[in-house]
T-cell receptor
């Protein structure tokens, strides 16, 4: 079954802690993306990667970090520097990362900072 | 600054009603417009629109793009409770062919029995 998986589904952390969200895809897609979704604000791009070992900042990268050591994996670390980390995080992938590609989304991780 | 605006932000209808969701955009170097349906988890792809005036249709859902007036509409006829979801509109600019999407705020549709 091809698709995108994200784990965990729900995550709780205390203030001041770093936490890493997992995103894996077996679609053989080159490009992967991380979005943050807040109520009433739609999706905002955090980071994206069009190829292994390369990634670019999106619109709201501050307080986040990523790595892309393998084609199928694109983990996101939410650091203690992120001021308002409580949100729904969505990972997506697309075939080549070009403007004509459709992005496919994972089921998301809901992060709550206590 | 590029932006995508959806309206209404929320909508409550009864089964059998027809709804029209709006998406307007101001984006430099427009490439295409996408509609997604999000039911609590992963947004699922509905339509990609690139040309004006050509309706895309899938069952009770249809969508059309107007590149002159810079908007798109998503129509749902004979709504069912299973249509309840957030409908997201996103625009793809030709931004160095990165595939970056600019999303609107989403329209939350609730269909009551």
């Amino acid at each position: 079954d091809g698709g995108i998986t994200q784990s965990p589904k729900y995550l709780f952390r205390k203030e001041g802690q770093n936490v890493t969200l997992s995103c894996e895809q077996n679609l053989n897609h080159d490009a992967m993306y991380w979005y943050r979704q807040d109520p009433g604000q739609g999706l905002r791009l955090i980071y994206y990667s069009q190829i292994v070992n390369d990634f670019q900042k999106g619109d709201i990268a501050e307080g986040y970090s990523v790595s892309r050591e393998k084609k199928e994996s694109f983990p996101l670390t939410v650091t203690s520097a992120q001021k308002n980390p409580t949100a729904f995080y969505l990972c997506a992938s697309s075939m080549y990362g070009g403007s004509t590609d459709t992005q496919y989304f994972g089921p998301g991780t809901r992060l709550t900072v206590l | 600054e590029d932006k995508v605006v959806q309206s209404p932000l929320s909508l409550v209808v009864h089964e059998g009603d027809t709804v029209t969701l709006n998406c307007s955009y101001e984006v430099t170097n427009f490439r295409s417009l996408l509609w997604y349906k999000q039911e609590k988890k992963a947004p699922t792809f509905l339509f990609m629109l690139t040309s004006s005036g050509i309706e895309k249709k899938s069952g009770r859902l249809s969508s059309i793009l107007d590149k002159k007036e810079l908007f798109s509409i998503l129509n749902i006829t004979a709504t069912q409770t299973g249509d309840s979801a957030i409908y997201l509109c996103a625009v793809v600019p030709w931004s160095g062919n990165t595939g970056k999407l600019i999303f609107g705020q989403g329209t939350t549709l609730q269909v009551k029995p």
